[in-house]
């Protein structure tokens, strides 16, 4: 009894400051890129979503300086790593003397539209990742080493992918085969770690849209990975971010590429079906 | 459920913190619906030291979450919580104890982390494993300073 006095209480003092204090999204609402693709920054909700109407992109949420950097892709600093993939792209590497162009003929936009479906499930049955695909062919076409899974080739050749599904509506799969990884990955999403004990869900479900410390919370969407971050000044992937959130709430992260962040991954995409996809964006 | 466990764990540990200049340690904490009504220390806490506990990022963090008008020098308070102005009005001394030291005794819940406590939660990075975000001493000196927020 005490204790829902005690939490109507704060809750009426919560009410009141957001009334008054509440932070505001950044100025502009509508994301035109180059002056001529605009990309939608909201969208309903999934149908699995439960607790929130409308899905948002991250960058809705970053100050107007840094948004004018994604609005023109001659700011945006992805585009010099986009460029480091292109030549990644026809560059020989491994035992069977082959470039990525030496099969994809006809160059990276042969991939338009596949980020907005990924990670999706494979022939056997498994959730597979656009990195695990790029590794799947430098070891087994190219006779080439893996690239490590979040390192700096890798993100910028996950960018240089990603960029040819900008525009494309998100739209992953999360039945049939499916199902079991995103049960798992929702799993993850609200089970609270670290010394700090959050989830996911308190900051980017509950909060989003309120500033923590000197932070404008988002929903953690990622739609726009990987992503520019002012802050490190390279190309971001997703669980490179995940690793990020777990650190913060001192909490041991999972491994890059592991089991974890893939379910994640695919269970976080889905919270953004029907946004669109903004790779490479930039954030702080 | 929580609150049941702790309690009936604090009352088992309870006859063995009594002893002057002991501190209790987490765990052994003795709530009465959310309120803790024995200093942690047996030393009175310190207030200015409380402020600086408050607002610093490795310890209290406070506002990452709060937002305090008399920390004008700290540029960024968040907003995730309620303010603290004003905090020892609506609260009295055994209260803000139990809320520092556990506030899920207070709030059910709630995203606020517990700052005394060594264990329940899962997954620490292991420097944090088994030991509280704070001490015993800078909780008391937390409550002083919240003390002083009228």
């Known amino acids: 009894m005490g204790m829902n006095l005690f939490k109507t209480t704060a809750a009426i003092a919560g009410l009141a400051l957001m009334g008054t204090g509440m932070a505001t999204a950044g100025e502009e609402s509508a994301l035109t890129i180059n002056g001529d693709l605009t990309i939608p920054t909201s969208a309903s909700a999934p149908a699995h979503l439960e607790n929130i109407d409308m899905v948002t992109s991250g960058w809705i949420y970053r100050t107007k300086e840094t948004q004018a950097l994604q609005m023109d892709d001659f700011d945006n600093p992805s585009f010099v790593f986009v460029d480091v993939a292109l030549d990644l792209w026809d560059k020989v590497d491994g035992s069977e003397g082959k470039a990525c162009s030496s099969c994809h003929e006809n160059g990276p936009e042969e991939f338009a539209g596949l980020t907005a479906s990924m990670p999706r499930i494979n022939a056997e049955g498994q959730l597979e990742t656009t990195t695990e695909l790029v590794n799947e062919c430098r070891t087994e076409r190219m006779g080439a080493e893996p690239w490590k899974y979040s390192k700096g080739k890798m993100a910028a050749m996950t960018s240089l992918i990603g960029l040819q599904s900008r525009g494309s509506v998100v739209n992953v799969a999360i039945d049939g085969a499916a199902a079991p990884y995103w049960e798992k990955g929702k799993e993850l999403y609200y089970t609270r770690v670290g010394q700090l004990d959050m989830s996911c869900s308190n900051c980017h479900e509950d909060n989003y849209d309120v500033m923590i410390r000197a932070d404008h919370l988002s929903q953690g969407q990622i739609n726009g990975f990987p992503t520019y971050r002012l802050k490190n000044a390279k190309m971001n992937t997703t669980h490179a971010r995940f690793k990020g959130c777990m650190k913060n709430i001192r909490a041991k992260p999972f491994g890059q590429g592991s089991d974890e962040f893939k379910a994640l991954e695919l269970y976080v995409a889905s919270r953004g079906n029907g946004l669109t996809v903004e790779t490479p964006s930039v954030r702080n | ?150």
């Open chain 2, 1 to 150: 459920m929580r609150v049941l466990i702790a309690t009936a764990v604090a009352s088992v540990l309870g006859s063995t913190v009594a002893f002057a200049g002991a501190a209790v340690a987490p765990g052994e904490v003795k709530f009465d619906n959310g309120t803790v009504a024995a200093s942690l220390t047996g030393v009175a806490g310190d207030a200015a030291e409380g402020r600086v506990v408050f607002a610093n990022r490795k310890l209290g963090n406070c506002l990452a979450c709060h937002t305090n008008t008399q920390i004008p020098e700290e540029s960024f308070h968040g907003q995730v919580g309620p303010t603290l102005d004003g905090a020892a009005g609506r609260w009295n001394e055994a209260e803000l104890r139990g809320i520092v030291s556990n506030s899920k005794m207070t709030f059910e819940g709630t995203i606020m982390p517990a700052f005394y406590v060594q264990s329940g939660y899962f997954r620490p990075i292991e420097k944090f494993d088994g030991v509280s975000i704070l001490t015993a001493q800078q909780v008391e000196d937390v409550v002083a300073y919240l003390m002083t927020l009228k």
